[in-house]
């Protein structure tokens, strides 16, 4: 089964770039984050401890700590709950391949993993890009919910995923992964003729 990874941080352009080289190359698309809170529950009842400790913080707790914590949780998280994401992949069959995009996707994961450079590809946005584009999106406020100050932890927000996108950079760079920056100058068709371009696919449709 040909599986291709876009690894990255949040607010970068993976979900629209992976929905779009699904449909030109017939390829089935698996999102990570569509299946997050299911994998980090199992993570909770297999008793690993950041999963766990998640599962029990509301939004104060969460998003009030300093970034740095947060980041250092996140990444936390998706390795404890790579295993359940890699388990999900393998169930899926599908003759043309699969297209798979999450921040899970950390690169030193994928190389634990044995994943080649061919199949990997790390997209992370500038500051600028990412905060300007979480402005716009409607969810925001509905995870912020019950926080005392919503700008602080929303800035915290954007804090935690700066540090975790200048992380993916340096694990990319360590394992000789490509990594792109989004600064928003790039359009999506042609992001996402890089990215296919890197992962050489043939179209299905014309």
Known sequence: MNIYYIGGSPCAGKSSVAEILSWRYGLYYFKVDDFLDRY??????????????AAGMNAEQIWMREPILQCRDEFDIYRE????????????????????????????????????????ISITPTKEFQISHYRKRDFVALVLEGCSDKETAFLNWMDRDILFAREVRRQCHKE?????VNDGNMDLDELAGLVSAHFGLKYLHT
């Open 81 to 120: 709950i790579f295993e359940f994401v890699a388990a999900d992949l393998k169930r899926i069959d599908w003759k043309s391949g699969i297209i798979t995009e999450g921040a899970a996707y950390l690169p030193e994961l994928m190389k634990q993993s044995g994943i080649p450079g061919s199949r990997y």
């Open 176 to 180: 000789n992964y490509v990594s792109v």
């Open 40 to 53: 980090m529950q199992a993570g909770a009842r297999r008793r690993c401890p950041i999963c766990r400790k």
